[in-house]
RNA sequence: GGCGACAUAGCCAAGCGGUAAGGCAGGGGUCUGCAAAACCCCGAUCCCCGGUUCGAAUCCGGGUGUCGCCUCCA
């Protein structure tokens, strides 16, 4: 497997540091306000990188941080008139549920900078021991000349920095490029009791102390968005290595481009943002797991209405071809002999095929689900021969599904749950309905036959007529949206 | 001003030296009582200009354009 490393600007061949397992450290979001859809991405993204590493026989330990300590939760906690912990906890909580409902797996541990002050306060004793930190009139500052190394991650040295000038002005620090460990308490502001008096810990050092007690002093993945290189894991690094003296902190720096609207970056500025809630309004989370990965992490992807069409679209593709193969499946036919069908056993390894090979390069999810597709081409061409072999089409559900649950992006029809509050007498009591209406339409009443799938529809069941027999399944009457894969065959 | 990324059909998007995956939309067929689903066929020489090479969307140089970072930010 090969992953772009931002350390070294390559793809390289990726081995954990211990076998078999990968530690993985994501960069969590500052709970001040309602996540959007740019806080989306790299939560699906981590999903699938996680799922997919689960997939091929690892074992992942992946924590995400919360910073709840935060010059703009403290800004909307005057304004909301809420404690700034507790706003931090509310919009975290929030968070956790709307990635949930995008069908992301729980990470091992969030944990939360304010529950770590004790280990924040120890590092930065050690930093300060060993002359890599001072401290200035109840501040304490990192000395990034104090660390060579500093801006390996970011490419650009501290020389590069200083023209651009668009550093604050600071009489107290040494360097310009100086930046907080430890801030001295302001009145009003949460703090904690410190060496250096009341105070709250800097931005960067929560990532360096809690990543340190989870997942050790050096691991393997470290995740967040591109605008995080510098300066945040640019300085993690300098704190993190100037502490222990272990290097390379991380293994692989993994960072996702971000999400634009419009070609613009979304921000509050601009009044652009859309939020992770408006769009589980609006669109099936299948759906925005398929936007939001039909283009490789490392590319800026563009927020749009057509593209989340074109993602609908897919997905009720998708989901379609497996609820086809669920129904074959379950369908009693004996099967005449185990044969196999040439091209569809090809382009069902050819798939398999292309489909670990892209996500091994780099996690290349377009190209995965290109190849899901083109399964899903080759299965639906077959439909006759797949109806009358169930054990086929079994196998090959089987597989198709392993890949579509990498992706998050469709569900087995034999594991699914049925429409919510549907039970197992409306699908007996939609077989019978099909199977009066079966009658009328072989006795060509056509009148009959169309008003009961008119009523159905209307129902929220979806009736359609095919050559392997008719079918059926649960759709939000209103929208699009397929609830639940109820797809049973009424023999012709 | 500095650092970096990207530019592929109407839209989205793979590709990493051997003559362009996939999705959506569109057109034409097939199947079908109708509807739907599905299948088949149709579309780009890859921003521009040079260069390297037997051969480049893929490498190098120069343009142009877009975006990100350099300050809080996923």
């Given at each position: 497997m090969r992953v772009f490393n931002t350390l070294t600007g390559r793809k390289e061949e990726f081995t954990p540091g211990e076998r078999g397992l990968v530690k993985i450290y994501v960069c969590g979001i500052t709970p001040y306000a309602p996540s959007h859809i740019g806080h989306a991405r790299p939560a699906v993204f981590w999903d699938v990188v996680r799922r997919y590493l689960e997939y091929v026989g690892y074992t992942v330990r992946a924590i995400q941080n919360f910073t709840d300590i935060d010059d703009k939760i403290i800004a909307a906690s005057a304004s909301e008139g809420l404690p700034p912990l507790e706003l931090a906890d509310k919009y975290?909580?929030?968070?956790?549920?709307?990635?949930?409902?995008?069908?992301?797996?729980?990470?091992?541990?969030?944990?939360?900078?304010?529950?770590?002050?004790?280990?924040?306060?120890?590092?930065?004793?050690?930093?300060i021991a060993k002359g890599h930190a001072y401290e200035v009139g109840g501040d304490v500052y990192f000395s990034v000349?104090?660390?060579?190394?500093?801006?390996?991650?970011?490419?650009?040295?501290?020389?590069?920095?200083?023209?651009?000038?668009?550093?604050e002005i600071n009489e107290m620090k040494e360097h310009p490029m100086d930046f907080a460990?430890?801030?001295?308490?302001?009145?009003?502001?949460?703090?904690?009791?410190?060496?250096?008096?009341?105070?709250?810990?800097?931005?960067?050092?929560?990532?360096?102390?809690?990543?340190?007690?989870?997942?050790?002093?050096?691991?393997?993945?470290?995740?967040?968005?591109?605008?995080?290189?510098?300066?945040?894991?640019?300085?993690?690094?300098?704190?993190?290595?100037?502490?222990?003296?272990?290097?390379?902190?991380?293994?692989y720096?993994?960072?996702?481009?971000?999400v634009n609207i419009r070609g613009e970056k979304?921000?509050?500025?601009?009044?652009?943002?859309?939020?992770?809630?408006?769009?589980?309004?609006?669109?099936?989370?299948?759906?925005?797991?398929?936007?939001?990965?039909?283009?490789?992490?490392?590319?800026?992807?563009?927020?749009?209405?057509?593209?989340?069409e074109a993602a609908i679209r897919g997905c009720e593709r998708l989901q379609t071809a497996l609820d086809n193969l669920g129904a074959f499946c379950r369908d009693s036919k004996p099967e005449p002999g185990g044969s196999v069908l040439e091209p569809l056993e090809d382009a069902y390894e050819k798939a398999q095929l292309t489909f670990h090979e892209s996500m091994q390069d780099d996690f290349n999810t377009p190209g995965a689900i290109a190849a899901v597709f083109d399964l899903v081409r080759e299965l639906n061409a077959h439909q006759e021969w797949l109806a009358s072999h169930p054990a086929s089409a079994a196998n090959?559900?089987?597989?198709l599904a392993r890949m579509v649950s990498v992706l998050?992006?469709?569900?087995?029809?034999?594991?699914?749950?049925?429409?919510?509050?549907?039970?197992?007498?409306?699908?007996?009591?939609?077989?019978?309905?099909?199977?009066?209406?079966?009658?009328?339409?072989?006795e060509?009443?056509?009148?009959?036959?169309?008003?009961?799938?008119?009523?159905?529809?209307?129902?929220?069941?979806?009736?359609?007529?095919?050559?392997t027999g008719t079918k059926w399944k649960r759709i939000n009457p209103d929208g699009g949206d397929v609830r639940a894969s109820g797809a049973t065959r009424i023999h012709a």
């Open positions: 975290a909580r929030q968070y956790l549920n709307e990635i949930s409902e995008l069908g992301v797996k729980p990470m091992q541990l969030y944990p939360k900078a304010s529950e770590h002050v004790g280990e924040i306060i120890t590092m930065i004793e050690t930093l000349k104090s660390f060579e190394e500093y801006g390996k991650l970011s490419h650009r040295t501290l020389e590069e920095m200083k023209p651009g000038a668009r550093v460990l430890w801030k001295a308490a302001k009145p009003g502001e949460p703090s904690w009791p410190s060496p250096w008096g009341n105070g709250r810990p800097g931005w960067h050092i929560e990532c360096s102390a809690m990543s340190a007690k989870y997942l050790g002093l050096s691991f393997d993945m470290h995740g967040g968005g591109t605008e995080l290189i510098f300066p945040h894991h640019e300085n993690e690094i300098a704190q993190s290595e100037a502490f222990s003296g272990v290097k390379p902190m991380v293994r720096w993994v960072h996702n481009e971000l979304m921000s509050k500025s601009l009044g652009n943002v859309i939020t992770i809630r408006e769009m589980l309004n609006k669109f099936p989370a299948r759906a925005i797991r398929l936007f939001l990965l039909s283009a490789h992490y490392r590319t800026p992807l563009n927020f749009s209405e057509e593209g989340m090959y559900l089987d597989g998050g992006i469709a569900d087995d029809p034999r594991k699914a749950q049925g429409g919510a509050g549907d039970s197992a007498l409306v699908g007996e009591l939609v077989n019978l309905t099909l199977e009066l209406r079966q009658k009328a339409r072989q060509k009443d056509w009148a009959t036959s169309d008003a009961v799938r008119a009523r159905l529809g209307k129902l929220g069941i979806l009736v359609e007529d095919g050559p």
